[in-house]
């Protein structure tokens, strides 16, 4: 609720509204009155049983001691209702209106339909109405204009729609706080010039049909500190005579209307001027107007306090005024999408706060400021498609927390900075469609912090490819094309092992194509035409089971094209101009009409050795098939490396079966922490005072618990993440196998987000629930992408993640995961068998709710498996549903369910959410502040979880690119504190409400 004091403050008045009261009405009677409207209103509803309204109408009950009932003390008088979020459904009834002593109404965060029943504008002593986060149609009743007394509204997210009572701006004039935003409400804003709203602080209409001029009426409202007005069709000039009224303003929301700028859209002074009076201005937003005229120099003179600024996507034209850098409390400028012209201010710089800067799509010219090097917070610098010349500037590379250099299309010369691999925290480089020189400094090519893209296209950029590329692991696309590089490609290219996108065509590269970068396990799209490269088709090629786009023309590549694998689905535009080239595909000579040629002996020689070599390992592999079953692996008390030949025993931790039988009492009942398909998890106590996790797989399962088993102890001996659970040990006889873990304090995000009928869940911190979301991402991440082999957890659920006492989370439970790639002969066989009584026709892939559709349709597990299931898990925290509930209940998967109510009810989407509630506690400021943060941090999950569970695998991202998005987001939230401060009740450089 974003006016709790307001509330409180409705609440300390309450004995004097009412003592005023009628004294004539019969307190008895007026108390029986009471108590039957208040039946007639619950018979409408429906709610679950044993829920709010469970206790209501028992025999003998006093009304005024019912779940949300609150009674004067001495006339018995019911003068609060007050059941926000309890789940009910139905409409609101009439009856309501004979609570004829109601003071406050909320009944926000429900799933109410209907339409707003007009009796409720008879209240006359109501001052605290709250009816959003609904399902209400129809439109705003003109009687609620007839509540005098009413200081607080909120009607936000139903769907509401028609005008909106003119009544109700003029006659409400006690009215501090108005939300109507996220409705369908058409016409204009209703305040005419006649209206005045002296103590209106809030008015929200975001997301809606207002249209016409921002009303003029509004400077009757001096004491206005938040306005929000974006997303509608507002239009006209923006006025210079409104906002000059209002000293207390904070935040100025007018995005995305149709408004103008004076003198025929050519002029932003008088707009600008009417703001200097707002010294708390903390946020101004004007993108996406297209705005005309120029950037004032008076900009400098706006509030100290503002923080934000946007005017990206309008027509602004001009220079970027330097005394733009008085507003030293900056942390977010956008200038992005406009006609700005001239330099760039060098006296940026004394913007220090600055954390993300858009100048991109300008007509910027000249140099970039070597200034721009002494932002110490720069996390985001775009200045990319102007017109910028000279170097890049080597001081860049003292932005130590830069994670994304945007200076693409530009007409950059000199040489690449071999200073920016000093950038140790960047994740993109954009430097493409410049004029750079020289060849690729090593220490840029060894940025292993890279992880979105590299892109150096469109240079004049020489040499060899770099060695050091090969750092780059965690990088999703490398693009090099049209520069004059020369020289092999790198097999170590290969250890690259996350690239998706490879483009070097377009350069003067020579010699085969190495084996290593067909064989990169997740490539879909490899250009590497107009070279002067030869050679035959590497094997690798064939057995990519990734690669969706190949081109290799104009080289002078040889042989017979293969006709299996991606290349069955090529055509003859893949392969032009290698004349050597000969195969089936259409458009390509066939190999039959080539000459020829009489075999040399060195190839003969060659066929023969390699023929002796394969005989060679096939007995090899006979002999080792045939020794006896090497000794189960012991663990590190530290990590998740195992005992192999060679390392020294005395350093694993022994724990005996008799051990396990001590710590926990016998694996008695009172120690079970929780069970599974494969066996029960206890805990226990060592004698050294260690708290252990005993996870006893159940013996009866037979084949699946010795696969099982194996399969899990191959994924902890060779991965170590922070976020995977590690083993302290295993143990293992004949009819007992167990595998000893740290004792998660915290237990699981299952029974955190479910607890027990007899436990209530604390809720998590906006920062907790990101913090988990990206903890989870990065261990996943880390399976599919960066461990020594490619790991398929297939079956993450909230169950499988622990919390440890710090709330970090940890992937556990790897008893049916499917082992990739990288181990050795011997583990590829084990693995191979056990594979298959965790395949689709075998034991389907995870749990219900969260198995990936391909699964159920015969697909084989995939890392996009995983994507789906972290997907569903994402939008379970976020809605507070499991994602079966949601199935039986309504049919629906958890994703229909979220898509259908999304972008329109976000509220809806979150209601159960179990995130803490901070609005008992926040002033009005505050807790709007917080609403705002919570619902744009919503948003970008909720888009995150859609994309996560679309039904198309090739439609999902990458676990790296969900991992890196959750990253960016934990990290802004930590930027903007994460959590409003309860204690101080106010936002950040605000006032106190």
């Known amino acids: 609720m974003a006016a709790l004091l307001l509330l409180a403050l409705i609440l300390s008045q309450l004995d004097l509204v009412v003592t005023a009261a009628n004294t004539t009405v019969d307190p008895i009677q007026g108390a029986s009155r009471d108590r039957a409207a208040l039946l007639s209103f619950a018979s409408a509803i429906s709610s679950d049983p044993g829920g709010a309204l469970a206790g209501w109408g028992a025999p003998g009950s006093d009304a005024c001691n019912w779940t949300g009932v609150t009674c004067h003390r001495v006339k018995h008088r019911v003068v609060q209702l007050i059941l926000s979020g309890r789940g009910l459904r139905g409409v609101i009834s009439p009856a309501v209106g004979n609570l004829s002593f109601l003071v406050v109404l909320d009944l926000s965060d429900n799933f109410f339909s209907g339409t707003i029943p007009p009796v409720i504008g008879y209240l006359s002593r109501l001052e605290q109405l709250s009816l959003s986060k609904n399902l209400l149609t129809g439109s705003i009743p003109v009687e609620l204009g007839s509540l005098h007394q009413l200081i607080y509204l909120d009607l936000d997210s139903n769907q509401l ?68 007005f974006e997303s509608n069709h507002l239009s006209g000039v923006l006025p210079s005579g409104i906002f000059d009224k209002m000293p207390f303003l904070q935040f100025l929301y007018l995005s995305y209307n149709n408004l103008s700028s004076h003198d025929d859209n050519t002029n932003l002074t008088p707009f600008f001027a009417s703001l200097r009076n707002c010294s708390h201005l903390q946020e101004l937003e004007l993108a996406g107007n297209n705005l005309g005229g120029s950037i004032p120099p008076l900009i400098g003179d706006l509030s100290i306090n503002l923080v934000q600024l946007h005017l990206d996507e309008n027509a602004i034209s001009g220079p970027i005024p330097p005394n733009i850098s008085n507003l030293v409390n900056l942390t977010y400028l956008n200038l992005s999408y406009n006609y700005l012209n001239g330099s760039i201010p060098p006296d940026l710089s004394r913007l220090r706060k600055l954390e993300r800067v858009y100048l991109s799509h300008n007509l910027l010219s000249g140099e970039i400021p070597v200034s721009l090097g002494e932002i110490p917070h720069l996390g985001l610098l775009d200045i990319s498609a102007n017109r910028l010349t000279g170097f890049v500037p080597d001081t860049l590379s003292n932005l130590s927390q830069l994670r994304t250099l945007m200076l693409h299309q530009n007409w950059l010369s000199g040489t690449i900075p071999a200073s920016l691999g000093n950038c140790v925290n960047l994740e993109i480089l954009d430097l493409s469609h410049n004029r750079l020189t020289g060849r690729i400094p090593s220490d840029v090519a060894a940025l292993g912090s890279l992880k979105l893209y590299l892109n150096l296209s469109s240079n004049l950029l020489e040499g060899p490819l770099p060695l050091e590329l090969s750092k780059m692991d965690m990088i999703l696309a490398l693009d090099l094309s049209s520069n004059n590089l020369s020289g092999a490609i790198p097999p170590q290219l290969g250890s690259c092992v996350a690239l998706e996108y490879l483009n070097l065509s377009g350069n003067n590269l020579q010699g085969p194509l190495p084996s290593s970068v067909g064989a990169l396990p997740y490539l879909q799209v490899l250009d590497i035409s107009s070279n002067r490269l030869s050679g035959a088709m590497p094997d690798s090629l064939r057995a990519s089971v990734s690669l969706k786009q190949f081109n290799v023309s104009f080289n002078n590549f040889s042989g017979a094209i293969p006709t299996d694998g991606i290349f069955a689905s090529l055509s003859a535009d893949s392969f032009l101009g290698n004349e050597g080239l000969c195969g089936s595909i259409p458009g390509v000579s066939s190999c039959e009409t080539k000459r020829t040629r009489r075999p040399t002996p060195l190839p003969i020689l060659l066929a023969v050795v390699g023929t002796i070599c394969t005989i060679f390992v096939l007995v090899c592999s006979i002999v080792r098939r045939s020794r006896p079953c090497a000794r189960l692996p012991t663990f590190h008390r530290q990590g998740l490396i195992a005992t192999v030949e060679g390392e020294n025993p005395q350093h694993h931790p022994r724990i005996s079966y008799r051990q396990l039988v001590e710590a926990t009492g016998g694996f008695a ?54 976020n995977l659970i590690r083993v302290i040990t295993a143990c293992s006889k004949p009819d007992f196998k167990a595998l000893v873990l740290p004792l998660m304090p915290n237990g699981s995000l299952e029974k955190f987000l479910y607890p027990p009928n007899d436990e209530s869940s604390p809720g998590l911190e906006l920062r907790q629930l990101v913090s988990i979301l990206s903890d989870v991402a990065e261990g996943v991440a880390y399976l599919h992408h960066y461990a020594p082999f490619r790991v398929i957890h297939c079956d993450l659920k909230p169950s499988n993640i622990l919390l440890d006492e710090d709330m970090t989370a940890l992937v556990s439970d790897f008893g049916i995961s499917k082992l990739m790639r990288g181990i050795n002969e011997e583990e590829s066989n084990n693995v191979h068998e056990s594979s298959a009584f965790n395949s689709i026709t075998g034991l389907l892939q995870g749990s219900v709710g969260y ?51 999304y972008p329109h009810n976000v509220e809806t989407i979150t209601l159960q959410a179990p995130l803490k509630d901070h609005s008992s506690v926040l002033l009005a400021e505050s807790s709007l502040y917080y609403k705002k943060l919570r619902r744009d941090v919503m948003v970008e999950l909720i888009e995150l979880g859609l994309v996560c569970t679309q039904l198309s695998p090739s439609m999902r991202p990458t676990m790296a690119d969900v991992a890196n998005e959750i990253s960016i987001l934990k990290q802004d939230l930590a930027r903007h504190g994460g959590e409003v401060d309860a204690e101080s009740c106010s936002t950040p450089n605000s006032p106190s409400f």
């Open 161 to 228: 729609s028609g005008p909106s009572p003119r009544t109700l701006f003029c006659n409400c004039t006690s009215l501090q706080y108005v939300d109507l935003s996220n409705n369908s409400l058409a016409g204009e804003v209703p305040l005419a010039d006649e209206c005045r709203l002296p103590d209106l602080r809030f008015l929200l209409l975001w997301s809606n049909n207002f249209e016409g001029s921002i009303p003029a009426a509004l400077s009757n409202s001096s004491k206005l500190s938040w306005i929000d």
């Open 851 to 901: 198995i990936a559709p391909e699964y159920g349709l015969g697909g084989q597990p995939s890392t996009q498996g995983d994507v789906y299931s972290f997907g569903v898990i994402l939008l379970e925290m976020i809605t507070g549903k499991r994602p079966t509930g949601v199935i039986f209940d309504e049919g629906l998967t958890l994703h229909d369910w979220v898509k259908g109510h």
């Open 669 to 722: 009942d009172s120690n079970l922490v929780g069970g599974g398909s494969f066996g029960n998890v206890y805990k226990g106590t060592l004698q050294d005072e260690t708290p252990i996790a005993v996870k006893v797989l159940d013996p009866r399962c037979g084949v699946e618990i010795s696969g099982s088993f194996k399969r899990e102890c191959q994924v902890l001996k060779r991965t170590r993440h922070r």
